[in-house]
């Protein structure tokens, strides 16, 4: 059932109806410049990660500041966005299912879509899928740069996979894929790029034993909110593929230098009880906000702090006697933006305390 739309243009935010999943415009688009120009002396090119957003209005918003494309995760996520008119996409992950090959394969029609592999059996299901549309689909190998869930041994397996490719009539090698997710959030910077400087070295030596074998390597991709600077410096990213940057989370903040990007996404909230000595109730539980990376944040309270959830109530801590009245609306900042978004089917986009926008989260549930 589709979400009723919680708010309309020109409402104040107070009068949102809650739950609901607010953007900050003015926080949101600062993420978005500043992204752009942090990478624009690098020569990297952005390619942001859609599984974050979930949402081809934010696509051609990040497009229009220089991104080169979009990534997703699954093929339902690569449909939303090619027919909200993105035309370049990058599923970065292993597809096997022949019918969800079939399916990618149709998007080919309407733009470019490319997608990754780490065994030579996934190289022969897309082919096969390839050579029944009659396509010719651009494939990346994914190494496994230190994060220990996909991707083949860099070197002379990655190299032995991108030669199986190059060699199809129905496949072109588009690149490596190199994403390193678990140095994201290790919360000293010395941790971060003690990973990324090991992720590059073996991104490097695979690239070099590729052009010995006469291929070139056109895409590099990988990096995250909390890295790309230094596989942008590195000389051997080509793409980056931050998700998190346009909005931000709790989780992203705790790291030890923060990225520079402000908090643009919330979860607004309302309380519904007062009753308890101590405590407050907010009508936003685990239905309404993830809590895999920990409890969200109250906005701007400090004397607030949001303690437990259960499915449909979240509990909030009186720490300093300054409790919120019964029907006052409170920001949260969610610990994980990515599956806190997919709860949502609308963005309420507000500025200067007034709704300004409503955007659907188009590829909301996006699992097949």
């Known amino acids: 059932m589709l979400q009723h739309p919680p708010a309309e243009p020109g409402m104040r935010e107070e009068d949102i109806d809650t739950p609901a999943l607010v953007i900050d415009l003015d926080a949101f688009e600062h993420n978005l410049d500043t992204m752009a120009a942090l990478l624009a002396p690098t020569g990297a090119k952005l390619r942001a990660h859609a599984k974050t957003h979930k949402s081809s209005v934010i696509a051609k918003l990040q497009m229009a500041r220089g991104a080169v494309g979009q990534c997703v995760q699954k093929v339902a996520e690569a449909e939303a966005l090619a027919w909200g008119g993105i035309p370049d996409i990058l599923v970065t992950n292993q597809v096997v299912s022949p019918r969800k090959l079939a399916r990618l394969a149709a998007l080919a029609r309407i733009a470019e879509v490319a997608v990754c592999v780490d065994d030579a059996a996934q190289i022969a299901l897309i082919e096969a899928a390839a050579e029944a549309a009659g396509l010719r689909l651009p494939v990346l190998v994914e190494i496994d740069v230190g994060m220990a869930r996909g991707g083949v041994e860099h070197g002379p397996p ?9 060699a199809s009539r129905h496949l072109r090698f588009g690149g490596l894929q190199a994403y390193h997710g678990s140095a994201q959030h290790r919360r000293g910077p010395e941790e971060r790029a003690v990973a990324i400087g090991e ?5 490097r030596r695979t690239v070099e034993q590729l052009r010995q074998r006469g291929l070139e390597c056109p895409i590099v991709g990988g990096a995250g909110t909390g890295t790309f600077r230094h596989e942008a410096a590195s000389g051997v990213y080509t793409e980056i593929q931050a998700g998190s940057y346009c909005f931000m989370d709790a989780d992203y903040a705790a790291n030890e230098d923060a990225p520079p990007f402000r908090q643009s996404l919330f979860v607004l909230s309302q309380v519904m009880s007062t009753a308890g ?14 809590v895999d ?28 006697g300054s409790a919120p009245a019964l029907g006052e609306k409170l920001r949260l900042v969610p610990g994980h933006c990515d599956p806190t978004v997919d709860r949502y089917d609308w963005y309420v986009g507000v500025r200067k305390g007034r709704v300004e926008c409503l955007w659907p989260v188009s590829a909301r549930g996006g699992m097949a």
């Open 277 to 290: 000595p101590g405590i407050a109730v907010l009508d936003c539980g685990h239905k309404g906000v993830s």
């Open 293 to 320: 990376s920990g409890m969200p944040q109250v906005w701007q309270r400090p004397g607030l702090r949001y303690a437990g959830a259960s499915d449909e109530h979240g509990k909030i801590v009186i720490e300093d």
């Open 199 to 203: 992720a590059v070295a073996r991104s």
């Open 158 to 166: 990655a190299v032995a996979l991108a030669e199986r490719i190059a």
